[in-house]
């Protein structure tokens, strides 16, 4: 594999899908904390708010610590030279929240689905890219469906203005062949300046495997995250593909010194628990279940009485998609009454 | 003459049609014209159930309105296009049944609030909100009828064959208009819509969570006796209206987890969420039409 001299932008995740395994409870001072910390490791781009992006503040997703309003206006002044990105997903937040992170300055807004109903972002990549920000359309669970049916998704985000398209492995399912097979279509359907990008879960330790198999097959954007900190067994560990990137002399622009540092110092004391690949989380990547349920799955499997790993495995019996959280207490309940 | 009152639908979609079959079962209503903007499958199918067709929107329908006596119009279009329609038919002398999310006059969940609108006299303009709010709204105020409710959250699943193009172009448009309703209807202090559209094979019922943040302890007793209460009244006019499990209680969080199934008359019994749309649609007509015959409310539209 060559990526000689090959500009690769990394996207760093642990203030946004980090989100997740702190139960959304990093604080404002945390989160200017580590976003100065990134910026200095010369990390381009760097996503804040709740784990469910704009408007995921619920019972259902949790509340979170501040809201999306008050993380983007506390970490956007603080920045010299990253760019802030916002996650939407229609159906939880709406266009009056990407307005909201538009006016504060966010550079960059990531419109997500689930991989077949990119026809939900229609308003919101219109509006987004009419604004004149980077517009991502974001195609989650992609494991799901075969590399031309998320092509046909694709061409809709993007004829509705993306100008960059995600192939997002939500459930850290794909392997690295299945990685290359959808960004290598994509690559060669979609137009020449509309940008591809890669977002992996490290669920069966493949995150950083898997986004060198995007950058060779033609993304040129990677998510990660400091020390991995994402739902499920966190996301591609930002400073160790950052490492690899280096010694395959492709270009990030990053410090990679400074971004362990980060790691290490800022975000490992972070945990609430450690953030690795074990049973749960390991179930999650092999069955392809949607890496934010882990910690529901947990919960419920403590309050019923249930393996966790039965919840995660009837999960994906059940074809859940992301935002399906609060089927998970109704499957341990059901669970829990069947083993009556 | 018959008692039944006349009505015209105007989208003749998958709603339309669904909407149509069952009011040809009416004892109250008679639907008499289906309006479309062109030729198509669904103005076909209205034809053949022998009704009058436009092909030219809602102007095809106004010259006819008042020959036909036609005193109530569904719109069963999109929110962009409602405002337009409901001006049109109003001037003419008809009720208008909102079935989309545009929210012009008062929002109307029949078990929770059609008696005090009826009470209010008449209307020109009554709103269904959404499908998500039809299915879910009558739990936030089963709760709130008990005790206040600082807090309602919805989470509506629905399978992705479910939901057509106009719902989806205006996503939106359903979260804004379901979070209002559990406000003003539901009785929540501040509410919250969430949907979550599932395209897996075969598709899934709709399912809806519903959480509610009581302001005080919950009275576990009361709540539980309200909700099944309101099941049974939802079931009234949707059969396959199933509570399946809940009212759960944690702290001050009270949760509901139901379950809809369609009648299935033109739409797959899955699609409980466009069911229970035309079903409460229908229903919200059918009490005007009693009320107008009855003289507790004008048919201004009596030629």
């Known amino acids: 594999m060559d990526l000689k001299g090959k500009k690769v932008t990394l996207h760093d995740m642990c203030l946004r899908d980090g989100m997740h395994p702190k139960q959304h409870q990093i604080s404002i001072d945390e989160m200017i904390d580590i976003a100065v910390a990134l910026d200095e490791s010369g990390v381009p781009l760097i996503e804040v708010t709740h784990g469910d992006g704009l408007g995921g503040a619920s019972v259902n997703y949790g509340f979170p610590a501040a809201s999306d309003e008050a993380y983007l206006d506390a970490v956007i002044p603080k920045m010299k030279n990253a760019k802030i990105s916002a996650l939407l997903l229609p159906g939880i937040g709406t266009v009056d929240h990407l307005k909201m992170a538009a006016d504060i300055g966010v ?11 990119a026809d939900f972002s229609e308003q919101h990549i219109g509006l987004a890219s009419k604004m004149g920000l980077d517009t991502v359309g974001f195609l989650m669970m992609a494991h799901m469906i075969s590399a031309e049916a998320l092509l046909e998704q694709a061409l809709l985000m993007e004829s509705y203005g993306a100008n960059c398209i995600y192939c997002t492995d939500s459930a850290g399912y794909m392997l690295p062949h299945q990685v290359t097979e959808r960004i290598a279509l994509l690559r ?33 954007r990677i998510d990660g995250s400091a020390a991995g900190l994402g739902a499920g067994a966190g ?58 349920f882990l910690l529901f799955a947990q919960r419920a499997s ?39 | ?35 479309g903007i062109e030729e198509s499958e669904g103005i076909k199918r209205a034809r053949d159930f022998g009704m009058k067709v436009s092909t030219s929107g809602v102007d095809g329908l106004v010259p006819s309105m008042k020959d036909d006596n036609i005193q109530i119009v569904f719109d069963a279009t999109s929110a962009y296009v409602h405002a337009d329609n409901s001006r049109k038919v109003v001037e003419q002398g008809a009720i208008m049944i909102d079935l989309t999310p545009a929210a012009i006059g008062p929002f109307c969940v029949p078990p929770v609030n059609l008696g005090e609108l009826l009470k209010e006299g008449r209307k020109d303009n009554v709103n269904m909100v959404t499908c998500g709010g039809q299915a879910t709204i009558p739990m936030v105020a089963a709760v709130s009828q008990v005790q206040d409710v600082e807090y309602g959250e919805i989470v509506a699943t629905v399978a992705s064959k479910s939901i057509g193009p106009g719902t989806r172009k205006n996503i939106d448009e359903f979260t804004r208009t379901t979070a209002g309703a559990i406000e003003q209807v539901g009785g929540a202090t501040k509410g919250k819509a969430i949907i979550v559209c599932n395209p897996a094979e075969p598709p899934l019922m709709m399912r809806d969570t519903i959480h509610c943040l009581t302001k ?11 909700v099944h209460n309101m099941v049974k009244e939802v079931q009234k006019y949707v059969p396959g209206y199933r509570l399946i499990n809940g009212p759960i209680f944690d702290g001050k969080r009270v949760t509901i987890f139901v379950e809809v199934e369609g009648l299935g008359d033109f739409l797959p019994t899955y699609s409980g969420n466009l069911d229970i749309m035309t079903a409460a649609g229908l229903r ?3 009490m005007y039409a009693e009320a107008m015959a009855n003289g507790d409310i004008s048919s201004t539209a009596t030629a």
């Open chain 2, 1 to 35: 003459m018959s008692k039944k009152i006349r009505a015209a639908i105007i989208g003749p979609g998958n709603i339309g049609t669904d909407l149509l079959m069952k009011a040809m079962r009416s004892d109250w209503i008679e639907p008499v014209w289906m309006v």
């Open chain 1, 188 to 220: 060669s359907k979609l137009k020449p300046e509309t940008e591809l990008g890669f977002h992996g879960h490290h669920n069966m330790a493949l995150g950083v495997a898997n986004s060198l198999a995007a950058i060779e097959a033609g993304a040129n």
């Open chain 1, 107 to 117: 550079s960059t807004i990531r419109v997500a689905t689930h991989c077949t109903e």
């Open chain 1, 302 to 340: 403590a309050k019923y009485g249930v393996p966790s790993q039965d919840i995660l495995l009837e999960m994906a019996r059940l074809k859940a998609v992301g935002g399906q959280e609060d089927q998970i207490e109704l499957v341990a309940m059901e669970m829990a009454e069947a083993k009556k």
């Open chain 2, 216 to 226: 005080d302890e919950p009275n576990q007793d009361a709540i539980t006796k309200s």
């Open chain 2, 284 to 286: 919200t007509a059918e």
């Open chain 1, 235 to 292: 996301n591609t560990p930002l400073e160790v593909l950052a490492a690899v990137l280096k010694r395959m002399d492709a270009d990030t622009g990053i410090d990679i010194f400074k971004l362990m540092a980060v790691a290490e110092e800022k975000i490992v004391p972070l945990m609430d628990n450690i953030v690795r690949v074990d049973r749960d989380s390991l179930t999650l990547g092999y069955a392809g279940v949607y890496s934010s």
